[in-house]
């Protein structure tokens, strides 16, 4: 049998109907038997019903109405995939290169499923764009700090570049990247003589992946992911969300010395490069 | 091919149709965690974005209106996280081992201001001047009925912080109005002594 403290301290969850079958008929067998108590339920009832009568906040202003359903449509006009379609297409030369671009893009809506994020997919749009038109970029040559000089004109954020220089890694060029109102950047790499790899750089953003195969590694997680043949691999730390894309597997993770690329960093990535 | 690009209209509706009946609501909730209509506006308008970009993602549906509120509250603790932290600071304490104070007399100093209309005034004005985290804590029980274990949820703290809010908030309420409605400025124990009699 509850006293009266306790049925009052547990007023509210009751008239919320919180409490489990045993509690609520603890209270019950009170109430009957204490008219103090039963009138304060009965009051704070009442109370109660006059705060849900009268505290709703009014409606939404119709022009916030107006503002969300119009800006669903834009995004549904957008489709996902669709910042893909952009810049490429506006930068190749012809108009046969357009309608392979396009072409390209459709391949890759077709391909790929909802769990690839869009960042990903825009940095192999980006990374098959470069290597059909090597002359795309825009800021040319291996100097490190001209190129990160050069495109953060344009980006909205500091970019940070790892200058130490890496024997079989050469810097090749990168080009300012835009994604709706946002902005990325792309670089290129030459890996030994002949593969290419990429390295889409933005700022720090929350993607969300499937986490199937991801890779966790030093409070990191690594997404790699397959994408129309190229290889990629995504992952984000304090300063920016990186994705590279290559067409190989080990390019990909070789390239992980474009950041670490000697002395202790190197360690740093042993196990990871060695792991996979 | 175009399946592909064809079947986004559909989804959107069916979104919509999920989604906007609970505009209100958010507006409302918007509007208390902001504190005013400009950001409210924007919170709403991303949150709805944010659902809509992660709405095929959300496979166990079950309740979409809690689901939209954590959205909410999650998005403007990222956006406005500096601001939320000075919020919380400010977040006026009321001592849990209080008397609990019951709404009798309320209810007697209440009566005539319901038959004049001025009900919903009088409640918006103790609403507005309760602190942030209370006033949410009531908005969501006892506007939007959520159960307490949404309300900690959507509000990120333990199951006992929601009813200890949930408890401070209708009482700070019923004090405010009931100071309001008997005439008396709050905090003169000379007048609250005379009040009592009534």
Same mark, same amino acid.
């Given at each position: 049998?509850y006293?009266c403290?306790?049925v009052i301290k547990l007023l509210h969850p009751y008239l919320d109907?919180?409490?489990?079958?045993?509690?609520s008929? !603890?209270i019950q067998?009170h109430l009957r038997?204490c008219p103090y108590c039963r009138e304060m339920f009965s009051a704070e009832q009442v109370f109660q019903?006059?705060?849900?009568?009268?505290?709703?906040?009014?409606?939404?202003?119709? $022009? &916030?109405?107006?503002?969300?359903?119009?800006?669903?449509?834009?995004?549904? =006009? %957008?489709?996902?995939?669709?910042?893909? !379609?952009?810049?490429?297409?506006?930068?190749?030369?012809?108009?046969?290169?357009? &309608?392979?671009?396009?072409?390209?893009?459709?391949?890759?809506?077709?391909?790929?499923?909802?769990?690839?994020?869009?960042?990903?997919?825009?940095?192999?749009?980006?990374?098959?764009?470069?290597?059909?038109?090597?002359?795309?970029?825009?800021?040319?040559?291996?100097?490190?700090?001209? /190129?990160? @000089? =050069?495109?953060?004109?344009?980006?909205?954020?500091?970019?940070?570049?790892?200058?130490?220089? /890496?024997?079989?890694?050469?810097?090749?060029?990168? %080009?300012?990247?835009?994604?709706?109102? !946002?902005?990325?950047?792309?670089?290129?790499? %030459?890996?030994?003589? !002949?593969?290419? /790899?990429?390295?889409?750089?933005?700022?720090?953003?929350?993607?969300?992946?499937?986490? %199937?195969?991801?890779?966790? $590694?030093?409070?990191?997680?690594?997404?790699?992911?397959?994408? @129309?043949?190229?290889?990629?691999?995504?992952?984000?730390?304090? =300063?920016?969300?990186?994705?590279?894309?290559?067409?190989?597997?080990? @390019?990909?993770?070789?390239?992980?010395?474009?950041?670490?690329?000697?002395?202790?960093?190197?360690? &740093?990535?042993?196990? $990871?490069?060695?792991?996979? | 091919?175009?399946?592909?690009?064809?079947?986004?209209?559909? +989804?959107?509706?069916?979104?919509?149709?999920?989604?906007?009946?609970?505009?209100?609501?958010?507006?409302?909730?918007?509007?208390?965690?902001?504190?005013?209509?400009?950001?409210?506006?924007?919170?709403?308008?991303?949150?709805?974005?944010?659902?809509?970009?992660?709405?095929? +993602?959300?496979?166990?549906?079950?309740?979409?209106?809690?689901?939209?509120? #954590?959205?909410?509250?999650?998005?403007?603790?990222?956006?406005?996280?500096?601001?939320? +932290?000075?919020?919380?600071?400010?977040?006026?304490?009321?001592?849990?081992?209080?008397?609990y104070?019951s709404p009798r007399?309320?209810?007697?100093?209440?009566?005539?201001?319901?038959?004049?209309?001025?009900?919903?005034?009088?409640?918006?004005?103790?609403?507005?001047?309760?602190?942030?985290?209370?006033?949410?804590?009531?908005?969501?029980?006892?506007?939007?009925?959520?159960?307490?274990?949404?309300?900690?949820?959507?509000?990120?703290?333990?199951?006992? #912080?929601?009813?200890?809010?949930?408890?401070?908030?209708?009482?700070?309420?019923?004090?405010?109005?009931?100071?309001?409605?008997?005439?008396?400025?709050?905090?003169?124990?000379?007048?609250?002594?005379? #009040?009592?009699?009534?």
């Amino acid at each position: 049998m509850y006293d009266c403290s306790t049925v009052i301290k547990l007023l509210h969850p009751y008239l919320d109907r919180e409490l489990d079958v045993k509690e609520s008929v !603890r209270i019950q067998t009170h109430l009957r038997e204490c008219p103090y108590c039963r009138e304060m339920f009965s009051a704070e009832q009442v109370f109660q019903d006059l705060v849900r009568q009268n505290v709703a906040p009014p409606p939404a202003p119709e $022009f &916030a109405r107006r503002c969300v359903t119009a800006a669903l449509s834009r995004e549904s =006009r %957008r489709p996902r995939l669709q910042r893909l !379609r952009g810049r490429p297409a506006r930068i190749a030369a012809g108009a046969g290169a357009v &309608a392979a671009a396009a072409a390209l893009v459709i391949v890759l809506v077709g391909v790929f499923t909802t769990a690839v994020p869009g960042l990903v997919t825009l940095a192999v749009a980006q990374h098959r764009a470069y290597l059909d038109h090597p002359d795309s970029l825009e800021v040319t040559g291996g100097d490190v700090a001209v /190129v990160a @000089a =050069r495109l953060e004109e344009r980006l909205h954020f500091k970019l940070r570049l790892p200058a130490e220089p /890496v024997a079989d890694l050469r810097l090749i060029g990168g %080009r300012v990247v835009e994604d709706g109102d !946002r902005r990325a950047a792309h670089l290129v790499y %030459r890996l030994g003589d !002949r593969q290419t /790899v990429s390295l889409l750089m933005t700022p720090p953003q929350e993607v969300r992946v499937s986490g %199937r195969n991801a890779i966790a $590694f030093k409070n990191i997680l690594f997404n790699p992911a397959d994408i @129309a043949g190229y290889q990629t691999l995504q992952w984000s730390d304090r =300063r920016h969300t990186y994705v590279l894309v290559s067409s190989e597997p080990g @390019a990909v993770y070789q390239a992980c010395v474009i950041c670490h690329g000697s002395g202790q960093s190197r360690d &740093a990535i042993a196990g $990871f490069t060695s792991g996979t | 091919m175009l399946e592909f690009f064809g079947r986004e209209e559909p +989804r959107k509706t069916e979104f919509e149709e999920l989604t906007l009946p609970y505009l209100d609501s958010l507006y409302g909730f918007a509007l208390v965690l902001t504190g005013n209509s400009d950001d409210a506006h924007d919170l709403v308008q991303d949150a709805y974005l944010r659902a809509y970009r992660f709405y095929h +993602r959300y496979q166990p549906i079950t309740h979409y209106k809690a689901w939209l509120f #954590t959205l909410t509250k999650n998005l403007f603790i990222n956006r406005y996280h500096q601001r939320a +932290r000075e919020v919380s600071l400010t977040s006026l304490e009321i001592d849990d081992d209080a008397p609990y104070e019951s709404p009798r007399d309320l209810l007697v100093a209440a009566s005539g201001r319901h038959e004049k209309g001025l009900f919903r005034q009088d409640f918006d004005w103790a609403m507005a001047a309760m602190p942030e985290k209370l006033r949410l804590a009531v908005l969501l029980k006892d506007v939007e009925g959520f159960d307490y274990k949404e309300i900690a949820e959507i509000m990120g703290c333990p199951l006992g #912080t929601v009813m200890s809010r949930l408890s401070r908030g209708r009482q700070l309420l019923k004090k405010s109005l009931k100071d309001y409605w008997v005439g008396a400025p709050p905090l003169r124990p000379a007048e609250h002594a005379r #009040t009592e009699r009534v």
